[in-house]
């Protein structure tokens, strides 16, 4: 019971992927894509955006302001090298999808919840895995408009897709920015009633991220149904993008003299993706390839099992 209770979350996506594949009547992919088709996504990532507003601690991330080298390092490795890493992967040949998936990962800010919980129990600094994880969600916003059109140049995917960088600018805005404001907001006028409250807050944040991968993966079912082959493969391409991107995380700390203690949330915040704004933005702009939610699910999914690892080790070591 320790260990469904200690990796429940990865149970619960190993479980939705599994019963909405193999399902044999279909109906849960079925409900799945009736949700999608009625906004959905947009309500439940609106929703995990305002309840990690609430679950956010505000001293904590005044405390994560004095580590700025290593904010600066994991910035890079966020904004900068995903995005350089998917741009020579997509030079090999994969389907059109694959690349666009794995362009939407790249270019994602560090995620809002397991990155800080992997960098304490390391025996890294949480806040200062915190303030990262604050400083690129909000950077995004300006961020993402302007490299996944550079990416999506590289290759003939861009004369398949309007890109509106007016329009994503916006619809980041409003689906993180504008939440997380808001539970910010809420949790100062009513700090003392949801701090006790904070870890139902994750639960339901999680249970929430369950809801939208069922939705992607009930979108791909049709194309992924009977090509177990695929599956692995994409499988295969987003472990490779995250064990590279950890590589150079880890490269970077050993260059410059980063200790324990403080290389952790570098390691983690630098290599780790969100996974409900990369799949807002598939719906919205890559509606007709399907394969690329699914990047984005098994990416998620992948790292979260490597970076366990990883934390056992650390952990072990220190």
């Known amino acids: 019971m320790k260990v469904v209770k200690k990796y429940w979350f990865l149970i619960g996506l190993a479980t939705v992927f599994a019963a909405t594949m193999a399902d044999p009547t279909g109906l849960l992919a079925d409900a799945g894509q009736a949700v999608k088709r009625h906004h959905g996504p947009d309500v439940v990532i609106f929703l995990v955006f305002f309840f990690s507003g609430i679950v956010l601690d ?5 405390a994560g302001l004095r580590d700025v080298s290593g904010t600066a390092m994991a910035l890079a490795l966020i904004f900068g090298f995903a995005p350089a890493i998917a741009a020579l992967v997509s030079l090999a040949p994969l389907q059109t999808g694959v690349i666009i998936g794995l362009f939407l990962v790249s270019v994602m800010p ?3 919840s397991s990155g800080v919980v992997m960098s304490g129990a390391s025996g890294g600094n949480p806040a200062h895995a915190l303030f990262i994880t604050i400083v690129a969600n909000l950077l995004c916003m300006f961020t993402i408009p302007f490299t996944l059109p550079l990416l999506l140049g ?3 995917i861009s004369t398949q897709v309007d890109f509106d960088r007016t329009g994503v600018m916006i619809k980041i805005g409003l689906y993180v920015l504008v939440p997380l404001c808001m539970g910010l907001a809420v949790k100062a006028r009513a700090f003392s009633r949801l701090a006790a409250a904070a870890g139902r807050f994750q639960l339901i944040n999680q249970c929430l991220i369950l809801c939208i991968v069922w939705m992607g993966v009930a979108q791909a079912r049709p194309v992924l149904s009977g090509n177990l082959g695929g599956m692995v493969s994409m499988a295969g391409v987003v472990a490779a ?3 590279v991107l950890l590589g150079c ?3 970077m700390v050993r260059v410059f003299s980063v200790p324990r203690g403080r290389m952790e949330a570098v390691l983690f915040m630098g290599s780790q993706k969100t996974l409900p704004l990369s799949i807002i933005l598939q719906v919205t702009l890559f509606g007709q390839f399907a394969l690329a939610l699914m990047v984005c699910v098994l990416h998620h999914l992948v790292s ?3 970076d366990g690892f990883l934390v056992g080790r650390l952990s072990y070591r220190k």
Not at 58 to 62: E, L, N
């Open 58 to 62: 505000p001293g904590q991330i005044r």
């Open 110 to 112: 560090t995620t809002l």
């Open 154 to 156: 590289l290759t003939d």
């Open 241 to 243: 993008f995250h064990c």
């Open 249 to 251: 995380a880890y490269l």
């Open 304 to 306: 979260l099992l490597i």
